[in-house]
């Protein structure tokens, strides 16, 4: 649900409070972090 309406940094807080997780949650993590970075970047906060 959270992607779907792109709230990466909530995803990014759920993913890291659940553990080690595995490869589909690391491709998750890099989208989410991918997603964060062009949206600071794009409002240029860096």
């Known amino acids: 649900m ?3 309406v792109g ?3 909530r995803i990014l807080r759920i993913l ?4 080690a997780g595995n490869a ?3 491709t998750l993590r890099m989208e989410a ?3 964060v ?10």
Do not use: P, T, V
Not at 16 to 19: D, F, I, L, R
Not at 38 to 45: E, G, I, L, T
């Open 33 to 35: 972090y991918s997603k």
């Open 16 to 19: 890291n409070a659940g553990g």
């Open 2 to 4: 959270y992607r779907k």
């Open 37 to 46: 970075g062009d949206y600071y970047a794009d409002r240029q906060k860096w």
């Open 24 to 26: 589909s949650e690391d």
């Open 7 to 9: 709230d990466w940094l």
